[in-house]
Each structure stands twice: as structure tokens, then as C-alpha cells.
């Protein structure tokens, strides 16, 4: 089993694939995943490689430290050096792993087709992918949580809101009011920005949806072609795969050597 790590602003997700057969997952507040980044990780077996996209500082240290400890390996990141497989229009030194995860695990579920992946979450990642394999770029935005957060920050008394699904615009109260102004702008902003992809590129483009909020997007964007929340994860085992081959039973470190033969520890199957 390879075990992802997506470290991202609010959580962290861990999932282990056999294939591309999700074998266990769970999610973590990232504040919880590195101050106790063993704990996290541990309890799994069947593990033979660890690979890890992080967004935050800290995380491949933390992670390297943990996974050394409880498995026994090293730990494959994600970096500008990465293969990808993808012909990549953007400055890597600025694209975020995560990113990468995305659009290699669209790409592999979508091999024949233009895809656009929409990252829903704290942020919001815009990301154009060709059925040639380019990689166009895209756009960032932010998500329900910032815009509903900075609402509160500013001096009109507004109230703290989380995110909720409210279908109608008007509103008689100013939390409920705000919600849906977010919701519907953000639902709105995603639509407008699909429109511009396929007038720029002058090509149509099949949706994947991934991210925490991505189920704000069911029903409500033209050309949704799936759901799927582990997309970086699968983008992720894939990535190792490209960057090990051949390579069965090791796991490569960050410095490209092959890490040995793994190990791993019994104990129970997280579900």
C-alpha cells in the first residue's frame, strides 16, 4: 500500500491506495497533524511507501521525522523537480504540490480528455489541463471560509458564519445573508470562469470537482464530469510511481536514492 499525505491549509488527509483502489483514509485538522504528525500516521499497515504534498512549512520535516519513526522509510515530496509526466505552462516555483496532485490525478482518470480541475476549499485552485497532457495554468481564488472570515473581520459588526448551503439569495437574517451571498458568488465566479477557459482556449472542457466543498458544485456547473474528493491522493500515488520505477517494495527518498526495502508493521487496517 502507498500512503499519501496532503498537507493543506485547514486539514490533512491521509490515504492509502492499493492500485488505485482506496484501502483506508482519514482526515485531520493540519494544526493536530503536526503537532503530533506520528500519531497521525500511525496504526496502518501494509504500508511499502509514503509520499507526501505539502502546502505549509514544517510539514516534510515533521513528516520525515514520523514516518522514519513508525515505518521505518523515507518520505517521497513533491517539488519542482518532480516528474509529471505533463507539459507544465506555469513557473513551478510557484506552483503548489497540491496542485500538481490534482491535475496528475485528473489526468490519469481523464487521459483523453480536457479537464478542468476545480480545487474547493480554504482556497479555491483553478487548473487547466489538456487531453495532450498540457498543463495551461489557472486561477486562485478564495473559498466560502476566507470570504465569510474576512466578512467578520471588518469594522460593521458583522458576525462570524461558517459556510452553509443556502439555496435561495434572499435572506432575512445577516449571518443566513452573508452565507448565501458567498455560497452564490462563489458558485457564480466558478461558472464565469469555466465560460473564460473554454472562450480563451477555444476548446471544451469536462469539470472535476475535488476539495472539501466541492459538493457545492453538484447540479450547479455545466460539464461536471465527477466528485471526487481523493483526486490528489490518487494524483499523488501516481507521481510516486512516475518518479520510482520499477521499483516494487522501495521507496525512493527526496534525494532520488532508493530508500531500501521496506517495512512494515502489523497492526489493524484503519477504515
Known sequence: MILTVLVGNTNTRITGLRGRRIACRRVVRTESYLADTGKSLSGLSGVEAVALAGVLPGSLSATRKAVASVYGLEVFDVD??????????????????????AV????????????????????VTVNVVTSDGEFLGGAILPGQSLM?????????RLPAASPAARK?????????????????????????IASMVRE??????????????????RGRI??????????AARGLAVLWRMNAPGRAGLCRGPTGRSAGRVRSPAGPALR
Open 168 to 192: 435561495k439569495i434572499i435572506q432575512h437574517g445577516t449571518r443566513r445573508a452573508m452565507q448565501a451571498g458567498v455560497r452564490h458568488l462563489l458558485l457564480g465566479g466558478l461558472g464565469r
Open 104 to 123: 496528475v490525478g485528473a489526468r490519469s482518470s481523464f487521459p483523453a480528455e480536457n479537464i478542468l480541475v476545480l480545487d474547493v476549499g480554504t482556497a
Open 148 to 156: 465569510l472570515s474576512s466578512l467578520s473581520r471588518i469594522p460593521a
Open 80 to 101: 519542482r523537480k518532480t516528474r509529471t509526466g505533463l507539459k507544465i505552462r506555469y513557473d513551478r516555483s510557484q506552483l503548489g504540490a497540491d496542485r500538481v496532485c
Open 200 to 217: 480563451e482556449t477555444g476548446r471544451e472542457f469536462g469539470v472535476v470537482a475535488t476539495g472539501g466543498d466541492a459538493w457545492l458544485l
Open 222 to 231: 455545466e460539464n461536471l464530469r465527477a466528485i471526487d474528493t481523493d483526486l
